[in-house]
């Protein structure tokens, strides 16, 4: 089993920037994937950006140019830098990582959420 420990949200005005960060830990594992999603009350989570071990790249329209997720291998965690942060914005943003074991077993796991709060 692999937990996924999610950080970096908090309260910003229009305008402004948070980078969100995704700890993934366990016994020895493999990720080939890693995407971020947001969900606000009363909507479906929705994804935001994804990234696969080629380093390929995706990103919701309506986050494109402002948000760039990345990784660091070596502490197994996944970054969402988010800049010029609008009030439509606002969620609870949640990590996903999917991957494999030693063993060879897959896994897919979520972070616990993180509230992002965009307000003038």
């Known amino acids: 089993q692999v937990q996924l420990v999610e950080s970096g949200g908090g309260l910003v005005q229009p305008g402004g920037s948070l980078r969100l960060s995704c700890a993934a830990s366990?016994?020895?594992?493999?990720?080939?994937?890693m995407g971020w999603y947001r969900q606000s009350p009363g909507k479906q989570r929705e994804l935001v950006a994804t990234?696969?071990?080629?380093?390929?790249?995706n990103y919701a329209d309506s986050v494109k140019g402002r948000f760039t997720i990345s990784r660091d291998n070596a502490k197994n965690t996944v970054y969402l830098q988010m800049n010029s942060l609008k009030p439509e914005d606002t969620a609870v943003y949640y990590c996903?990582?999917?991957?494999?074991?030693?063993?060879?077993?897959?896994?897919?796991?979520w972070g616990q959420g993180t509230q992002v709060t965009v307000v003038s």
């Open positions: 366990g016994r020895s594992f493999t990720i080939y994937f």
């Open positions: 996903n990582v999917r991957g494999t074991t030693a063993t060879m077993a897959s896994f897919g796991s």
């Open positions: 990234l696969t071990s080629d380093t390929t790249t």
